[in-house]
């Protein structure tokens, strides 16, 4: 298919898919006129990209997690993992928080030692992207 309905089905403008090709995440076929070809695999290797970036990688990550032979690969995935659990750890920090706010009888949260546990706790900031 062409790049216009590849962008399409993903739901991205065509430059976007364009710079996704420039920068060698995610490259298709060509025509022998030059033109773009996207085939279903190139479909589904753009879904991983969004779902990624979703996620706040970086495209020269995104390269590696999909390129199994580039360097650094799998240090990038084992940060990228750090950071999600990290996350999901905050996530339900807050959850647990905001259940309590509802019932918390204290006329200032600063007096209820369960809210203030929560003010003190640190947070994990996103890993830096790769070059």
């Known amino acids: 298919m062409k790049i216009g309905e590849a962008a399409r089905r993903i739901g991205v403008d065509d430059h ?3 710079h996704w090709h420039e920068t060698g995440v995610v490259v298709p ?12 695999e190139h479909i589904r290797r753009l879904r991983v990209v969004q ?4 996620i ?5 990550e995104i390269r590696l997690v999909l390129h199994r032979d580039e360097n ?3 240090d990038v995935i084992r940060q990228r993992l750090r950071w999600i ?12 928080f905001l259940e309590h706010v509802i019932g918390c009888r204290h006329d200032l ?20 992207a790769t070059s």
Request: aromatic residues 4%; positive net charge; glycine residues 6%.
């Open 16 to 18: 976007v898919l364009r």
């Open 85 to 96: 659990r990290s996350q999901r750890a905050q996530l339900e920090d807050a959850e647990t």
């Open 72 to 74: 650094g690969r799998v």
């Open 109 to 128: 949260l600063t007096r209820c030692p369960d809210c203030a546990r929560y003010a003190m706790s640190d947070s994990d900031p996103q890993p830096a």
């Open 29 to 40: 076929d060509r025509t022998a006129s030059g033109h773009r070809v996207y085939t279903e």
């Open 56 to 60: 706040g990688m970086s495209l020269p």
């Open 51 to 54: 779902a990624c970036r979703g």
